[in-house]
């Protein structure tokens, strides 16, 4: 068996894991949750030799493990699957099954050879390609099955599945429970690492839940566990506290006056069915879900960057979102994502030439000539006002922290003044000293009248900021938390489950047609 | 060029004049015109051609005439107009391998409409808007076709090259008669300074205005810079590649018809390999090939600095067979200085900057 005790590891301060024990046996399936940034994924990189701990040690069968490389852990039978598909899309099946260790005969690849040992794998797991097909042309989910198939070849001792769900969708959990039945039977030792809370507790053997880089339940069986009391632990004590020091602005969220966000009859083809959501100003709506649930797209969608297949968006000053992601923009609405190093800032251009990106450079509303002078005062009036803490706004955005970066992607939102603030994942990766600077600008800008929606993996986050959570599931809006119900723990359940717990309707829906209808020429809104 | 030389010349001035022997802010002045200088992208090959100049001279002071120089200002005006607009797109991880097609195909259009009796500044202008075209059309096929920059106008490099080819049937067209105002103004000189190099100057002050203050040199430079953000910032990135690749053409029709007016005549073969020493150009000139980064000022020194590596291995007696070697030998030495000289800057700055 694969043990881990007393894992330490810190990066630059921050604490991932605290003293992890943790312990898989040959034969059983452990299911490993916890929030994000509960220590889940470095737990996994530790074990598979990616990550090397500050403290504590691994032991397979007893004897000391010191894993210098991923590649020591292949070698020593430990194999990982992981979030993001790594196989090679050009290549064939077969191809895809032997990275690196291709049976040889001198310079030669034995096809054959690699065919008589990969066939019986995938039959196994109920794969049924060719072998000379290439993998662009298998769907996602045949493709999570080969890379499971590539691990199996290879004749593991320990298997990790890292967030296998997120692509294997709800239809295929009779051929997961397959695939785990087979894992067993071969005496695989498997961790189970997913959000997924009812297919864990389905699937899974035994549990254990992680929070703020420790193991709070170990190895506890499945069968004595429920969503609920997993939701409690992973989210512990705290999470009432956080709640109640929200940001609420207790505002009872009113629809149907005053101006909104409208998503009328919204449909994208395998994403969003038929959503239909209003969020007025003055008031943080978050959308929650699991991956998959529509949640992204629905921002997405509103920010123009996906087309809709049905139905319109509207936007507060009553004209129909169109023109794509440029149309959205020059309508007012803005996306801050917290992919800031993909999507939001320009690492290697000073913080003045960032924050005019929108406004003078992308919509050209300062005229003909940029002027530099002008971007750099008004910068300055953003670093002052958002607490950037940089030398100057000359500085490059790429020798900033990631909280301070994140501002600098506020602020260029913010030169160009938009109505409608969608934030995806806003905070992601920062302090928490710069989180709450954060929240604190969301709930100003929200008094000042912005339609703001908040999407974050984290329902902590979206208890304590948002005065309305609407969690999604399978592509339909499933609940909209309010008030008391409004707690993290409640939007975890309703994420899982689709069902708002404890058997309660859910809060009576607002009637948007009537009111949006009255606003609207006859059959406007259909 | 009046742009660099007088920073150039007052710099060592600064430090050298001592305190108090100046009215008031003389040497302030120069030293904030140093620091300016200091932090400019070209100033390394700006370095490198002084240099260069002063050890040719240094051999033989005949290289310091007037006319010399102006003439190697003459001769790298051509590419130095392509190398502005290769500037541009490489600042946004773009190229344009066509350049120097599309500037013997449009010197070959400038010299058939004016042999077919069109007044040759019409035919001038109309070259120009063709080689606006031709870039268009590689703009098209990129963003049509879902090509690679490099891979759409290294076949146009082709077509456009056999078109001139086709058309002239292989052999030299003449262009307006030597005697024409055309030739005599774009052919001539004003002060002893050469037309082409004065349109060089032009271009350059121009696009160095357009690149460091207009949206469009700005949206280029982000794109270049980091594309998806740009693209999640709502700027049009598929219209400023097009817009750029329209100025990439037309440059090259400038070139072509400055060519015309200056020798009189256009040939099939003329500028070939020119798209090559065109990016060699903008790369020493600081331009980035990783994108966000562009200098035009640059790009036209580099072209100047080629022109006197050329015109300076005559002075060495160089055997002619080694020129080619020599030429990739100093661009090889100016990149690497550049390289150096950033380096030593960028960390610097780290030294100082405080990380947060």
Redesign the interface.
């Known amino acids: 068996m694969l043990e881990a005790q007393g894992i330490r590891k810190t990066y630059g301060g921050v604490v991932a894991l605290a003293g992890v024990d943790f312990a898989v046996r040959p034969g059983t399936v452990q299911a490993l949750v916890g929030e994000n940034g509960a220590g889940k994924s470095t737990l996994v990189k530790v074990l598979v030799g990616a990550v090397t701990p500050d403290a504590g040690a691994l032991r397979l069968d007893g004897a000391e493990l010191r894993l210098t490389n991923t590649l020591g852990a292949i070698g020593k039978g430990i194999a990982v699957v992981s979030q993001e598909l790594s196989l090679f899309p050009d290549l064939d099946v077969l191809s895809n099954m032997f990275p690196m260790r291709e049976p040889r005969r001198g310079p030669w690849v034995l096809r054959r050879a690699m065919a008589e040992r990969a066939r019986p794998v995938l039959d196994e797991l109920g794969l049924d390609v060719a072998l000379d097909e290439p993998v662009e042309g298998l769907s996602l989910e045949q493709r999570q099955l080969l890379e499971i198939g590539r691990a199996l070849v290879a004749d593991p001792r320990v298997l990790i599945l890292d967030e296998p769900t997120s692509a294997l969708h709800a239809s295929e959990t009779e051929r997961l429970h397959g695939v785990l039945r087979t894992l067993r039977q071969r005496d695989v030792a498997v961790v189970y690492v997913s959000h997924h809370l009812e297919d864990v507790l389905a699937l899974c053997d035994e549990v254990t839940v992680m929070r703020d880089g420790r193991v709070v339940v170990p190895a506890t069986a499945a069968g004595s566990l429920s969503v609920d009391r997993v939701v409690h632990h992973m989210l512990g004590e705290k999470a009432a506290a956080m709640v109640e020091e929200g940001a609420h602005s207790g505002a009872p969220v009113t629809r149907g006056s005053g101006p909104s966000l409208r998503l009328e009859n919204v449909t994208v083809h395998g994403e969003l069915d038929d959503v239909t959501l209003e969020v007025p100003a003055g008031v943080i709506v978050g959308v929650a879900g699991v991956a998959g649930s529509g949640y992204r797209t629905l921002l997405a969608a509103a920010a123009g960057a996906t087309r809709l297949d049905a139905g319109r968006i509207v936007l507060p000053d009553g004209a129909e979102l169109t023109g794509g992601q440029r149309g959205a923009i020059t309508q007012g609405v803005a996306l801050v994502s917290g992919d800031r190093r993909r999507f939001g800032v320009m690492l290697d251009k000073a913080v003045w030439e960032n924050v005019g990106q929108v406004r003078s450079v992308a919509l050209r509303r300062d005229g003909a000539l940029v002027r530099a002078g002008r971007l750099r005062s008004r910068a300055e009036e953003h670093v002052g006002r958002l607490g950037i803490r940089t030398p100057s706004v000359d500085q490059e955005v790429g020798m900033l922290s990631g909280g301070n970066q994140q501002k600098v992607v506020f602020a260029k939102w913010l030169e160009a003044e938009p109505t409608v603030l969608l934030l995806d994942d806003p905070t992601r990766g920062i302090d928490i000293g710069a989180k709450a600077e954060i929240y604190t600008l969301l709930r100003a800008l929200s008094e000042q009248g912005t339609v703001q929606v908040v999407a974050s993996p984290d329902a902590r986050e979206l208890a304590a900021i948002c005065d309305e959570v609407v969690v999604f599931y399978g592509g339909r809006i499933c609940a909209q938390l309010r008030g008391e119900q409004l707690d993290a723990h409640t939007i975890l359940e309703v994420m899982n489950t689709g069902v708002v717990p404890g058997g309660a309707a859910p809060p009576p829906r607002p009637v948007h047609g009537g009111a949006v209808r009255t606003h609207e020429p006859p059959g406007g809104a259909q | 060029m009046h742009e660099t030389i007088p920073p150039q010349e007052s710099a060592p001035e600064g430090r050298s004049v001592p305190a108090g022997t100046s009215p008031r802010g003389g040497p302030g002045r120069a030293r904030t015109a140093g620091r300016v200088l200091v932090r400019q992208d070209y100033l390394g090959v700006l370095v490198a051609t002084v240099v260069l100049v002063l050890v040719i001279g240094a051999f033989d002071t005949r290289f310091f005439q007037f006319g010399q120089l102006m003439n190697i200002l003459s001769q790298s005006s051509y590419i130095g107009i392509l190398a502005c607009g290769m500037a541009f797109l490489l600042a946004m991880r773009e190229l344009d391998l066509s350049v120097g097609s599309v500037y013997a195909l449009t010197a070959l259009t400038c010299a058939l409409l004016a042999d077919q009796g069109l007044n040759p500044w019409v035919s001038g202008l109309l070259a120009i808007g063709v080689g606006g075209l031709l870039g268009l059309f590689n703009a098209v096929l990129i963003q049509f076709f879902g090509l690679p920059s490099i891979v759409a106008t290294l076949a146009t490099l082709a077509m456009y090259r056999g078109l001139a080819l086709a058309l002239s049937n292989g052999t030299q067209v003449l262009g307006p008669p030597i005697d024409d105002p055309f030739s005599t103004i774009l052919g001539g000189s004003v002060w002893g300074v050469p037309t082409t190099g004065i349109v060089l100057i032009v271009v350059c002050a121009v696009l160095t205005v357009v690149l460091r203050?207009?949206?469009f040199?700005?949206?280029v430079?982000?794109i270049g810079?980091?594309p998806?953000?740009?693209?999640?910032?709502?700027?049009?990135v598929a219209r400023v590649r097009m817009q750029a690749m329209v100025l990439s053409g037309a440059l090259g029709g400038l070139a072509g018809v400055l060519t015309i007016g200056y020798f009189g005549s256009s040939d099939p073969n003329l500028g070939t390999g020119y798209e090559l020493l065109a990016i060699a150009a903008a790369v020493i000139g600081g331009t980035s090939l990783r994108g966000?980064?562009a200098s035009v000022v640059g790009a036209a020194l580099g072209s100047i600095l080629l022109g006197v590596v050329a015109s300076g291995l005559a002075y060495f007696n160089v055997p002619i067979n080694w020129n080619q070697f020599a030429t990739g030998a100093v661009i090889l030495a100016a990149v690497s200085l550049d390289s150096a000289v950033r380096r030593r800057r960028q960390g610097a700055r780290?030294g100082n900057?405080?990380?947060?």
């Open positions: 203050s207009t949206p040199g700005y949206r430079r982000s810079s980091n998806e953000a740009a693209q999640f910032s709502g700027i049009p966000g980064k780290a900057g405080v990380r947060l």
